[in-house]
C-alpha cells in the first residue's frame, strides 16, 4: 500500500511563510489527481490546492496570491509553498492523491490515499 510522506509545518508569526512537501513512499510521481486540505480546530476539512495537472491548479479563494503548489525532484515532490502566513491559515494540513490513469489524463473524484497530516500555526 503506497503511502503519503508530509514534511513542513510549524510555528510561525504572521506574515511570515512555510513550506510543506509530500511524496509518495513508492517514489511514484506526484505530479497530478493530487490535492492539499486542511482543518482548522472546530472546523471542517477545506481543500487548499487542487491540482488535477501541473498546469490546473486551483486555489482557495483565501489563499491566492499566497500560496503556490510546485514540484520538485524531478516530479516526485510536491510542495506547498505558504507565504505571508494569517492566524486563519492554523490548521492541520493534509495531502492527498486520487487514482488515475497511467498518463494521469483523467482523475478519480476521490481522494483515495492521505497524507499524516503537518500541523501549521500562525499567531497574531
Known amino acids: 500500500q503506497v503511502q503519503l510522506v508530509q514534511s513542513g509545518g510549524g510555528t510561525v508569526q504572521a506574515g511570515g511563510s512555510l513550506r510543506l512537501t509530500c511524496a509518495a513512499s513508492?517514489?511514484?510521481?506526484?505530479?497530478?489527481?493530487m490535492g492539499w486540505f486542511r482543518q482548522a480546530p472546530g472546523k471542517e476539512r477545506e481543500a487548499v490546492a487542487i491540482i488535477n495537472t501541473p498546469d490546473d491548479i486551483n486555489y482557495a479563494d483565501s489563499v491566492k496570491g499566497r500560496f503556490t503548489v510546485s514540484l520538485e525532484a524531478g516530479n516526485i515532490v510536491l510542495v506547498l509553498q505558504m507565504t505571508n502566513l494569517e492566524p486563519d491559515d492554523t490548521g492541520l494540513y493534509y495531502c492527498a492523491a486520487r487514482r488515475h490513469t497511467s498518463n494521469f489524463n483523467s482523475c478519480a473524484t476521490q481522494y483515495n490515499i492521505w497524507g499524516p497530516g503537518s500541523q501549521v500555526t500562525v499567531s497574531s
Open positions: 513508492s517514489g511514484a510521481s506526484v505530479r497530478a489527481c
